[in-house]
């Protein structure tokens, strides 16, 4: 066997090695979550009168850089914009493997097809609102404008919902 010919299997082995890899698995872990109540079990939050609002990122056991941009951005963007929100508990902020199995039903719940940031609305302890923000995939390159679209989502969800 020639020297080209080598390389090219070599190649094409290290290709199918990191497919294999991401496949199974690798990639960045995943930080561990606790299990979330169904959406439809949501705590009432003592001393909302009007409800609360969690911001969910859902995300799988495999972690690509543009997921965990995603993320990353969204979590900035409510911790800038709502701090003091957060604090009070008006609004929560939660990441939420769905391959777990405790956390598989909100694949049906919210539609999840991919990682997904979604806005709910509770009331009296219960879920009466949510809304996917799918413009997150095609924002992500953008930080300001990411940013923007978060917060002013949130801001009119929660004008939408009374809370």
Not at 101 to 128: C, M
């Amino acid at each position: 066997m020639n020297a080209k010919k080598i390389v090219t299997i070599l190649l094409v082995l290290f290709a199918a090695a990191g497919i294999v890899y991401a496949v199974i698995g690798g990639g960045a872990p995943a930080k561990e979550t606790a299990p979330v109540a169904p959406a439809a079990e949501v705590k009432k939050e003592a001393g909302i009168p009007g409800g609360s609002l969690t911001v969910y990122y859902f995300h799988t056991s495999f972690r690509c850089h543009s997921c965990l941009t995603i993320e990353r951005l969204t979590r900035e963007a409510v911790n800038e914009q709502f701090a003091a929100e957060l604090k009070s508990g008006a609004i929560r902020w939660s990441m939420v493997n769905y391959e777990e199995p405790a956390n598989e039903h909100f694949i049906d719940d919210y539609k999840l097809y991919t990682k997904q940031v979604i806005l709910s609305a509770a009331k009296g302890g219960k879920e009466v609102k949510w809304k996917n923000l799918d413009e997150v995939w095609d924002l992500k390159r953008d930080e300001m404008r990411f940013k923007l679209y978060i917060a002013d989502e949130i801001k009119k969800f929660r004008a939408e919902n009374g809370l």
